[in-house]
């Protein structure tokens, strides 16, 4: 199985209240989590990105994370500090050009040696671009659109200079020209073909137009799925989208993100988790929570009490930077549906309906779930959120990793150099 580290702080699985938690901005907390990342073998180190402070009800969201900052600064400083880790970083497509963008990617591969990777992700949320020069001009429909193009286009950039030959370690930059519905560009690119051809691509979405961005241009999705039979439907029809596009099964990993709680017993670990779960959602997050679903401001209302009796306000704008929630109308009646029948009250219907996938359990209970989602086809490996910054890791590293080659599931050692050897990805054919 492949495993990744993911650095946890811009929602709400990070217990920021527990004592243990570190910073999220100082510089010791990515090092120590990849070099723990690194420590237990894994593929990749992943950062995501905010490029706007989040707001509910016109204030800052002061239950999110703030200061974080830019991925690709912080994985070329990680660069110096680790050997074989793969670094990825969250990129937006739509707020960035193909240029700079693969410029600058283009530099981690090679100050790497071969291991970055790019996770594309798009928005055509008008309140994020306004901290950009063209505001949220872009329509929904067609941010998939621009990030295909987007793609192809930094790759045509990292082919566009010639195979290293005598007296060419690098080869030698030819100039390009692109022109297409999204970009017109052309000129010549600054930066040598990357060690690995092309960084590797990550694409997270599990809508349809999602899936299939991903079979055409994704080396690895990082996808979200709750229990065994959904894992296995999503593997299914997102690999049997490849072939269109001429490409193998192997050559797209399924990486849905979980979390984990161990503990000396499986009761203690159920436990763990309850507790870490109500630590998560306070009564305060509770209430957020409900009013990003409602749409309206529930102040009035008990956390602890029932859910509201009014319906959502499927137009409204009371929470900005958050991806909205599809249909408001559907997810209240599901909610009221599982509170009256559980007897829920706010907090705990949130609870219940917001818990990420996890394994919980003692670290064989773990390792042999993990090790059964990838046998039957649910998954190719994980990508972990640890709820503690930036030590969350430590336990996993150390209990389950040995028990995961113990099995013959997981590596004991890298055996290439690249963040593409450790995938078993293949290298891209030089285009031009």
């Known amino acids: 199985m492949h495993l990744a580290a993911h650095f946890p702080g811009v929602n709400n699985t990070t217990v920021w209240a527990d004592p243990r938690s570190g910073s999220q901005i100082d510089f010791s907390s990515f090092e120590k989590l990849a070099r723990t990342a690194e420590r237990g073998k894994f593929d990749f180190f992943f950062l995501a990105e905010g490029l706007r402070l989040r707001e509910h009800n016109g204030l800052i969201h002061d239950l999110d994370v703030v200061g974080r900052p830019e991925s690709l600064t912080v994985l070329s400083a990680l660069a110096a500090v680790t050997d074989r880790l793969g670094l990825a970083a969250t990129v937006n497509a739509t707020f960035n050009e193909p240029y700079e963008l693969a410029r600058r990617l283009a530099t981690l591969d090679h100050l790497s040696a071969g291991r970055a990777a790019w996770n594309v992700v798009t928005s055509s949320d008008a309140f994020t671009g306004e901290n950009f020069r063209r505001g949220g001009y872009l329509d929904r429909a067609d941010r998939y659109t621009r990030a295909a193009e987007f793609v192809a286009t930094a790759r045509e950039l990292w082919d566009s200079w010639t195979p290293a030959g005598p007296g060419s370690p690098y080869g030698t930059p030819r100039p390009f020209a692109h022109s297409g519905p999204q970009f017109e560009i052309e000129g010549e690119f600054t930066v040598p073909r990357p060690p690995q051809g092309h960084p590797v691509v990550i694409q997270a979405g599990d809508s349809d137009e999602g899936r299939e961005f991903a079979a055409s241009a994704a080396d690895v999705i990082f996808s979200r799925h709750g229990t065994l039979e959904e894992g296995r439907a999503f593997y299914t029809d997102t690999k049997a989208r490849l072939a269109k596009y001429g490409r193998q099964p192997a050559d ?71 991806v909205r929630v599809a249909d408001p109308l559907a997810v209240a009646a599901r909610w009221r549906a599982l509170s009256e029948a559980k007897g829920l009250s706010i907090r705990q219907t949130v609870i219940e309906t917001t818990a990420r996938q996890s394994f919980i359990g003692t670290p064989e209970t773990v390792a042999g779930a993990l090790d059964t989602f990838v046998q039957t086809d649910a998954a190719d490996g994980f990508i972990l959120v640890p709820h503690l910054t930036p030590g969350g890791l430590d336990d996993f590293v150390e209990l389950v990793v040995p028990l995961l080659q113990e099995r013959g599931a997981f590596r004991t050692e890298y055996e290439g150099e690249t963040l593409r050897s450790h995938l078993g990805l293949p290298d891209p054919l030089r285009k031009g």
């Open 252 to 322: 797209l990993k399924i990486m849905p993100g979980v979390t984990f709680v161990l503990g000396d017993s499986d009761a203690e670990a159920q436990e763990r988790a309850v507790e870490i779960r109500r630590q998560q959602i306070s009564p305060q997050n509770a209430m957020l929570a409900l009013e990003q679903v409602w749409g309206r401001d529930l102040s009035a209302y008990d956390p602890d009490g029932p859910l509201p009796g009014i319906d959502p306000d499927p137009d409204s704008g009371l929470v900005q930077g958050r």
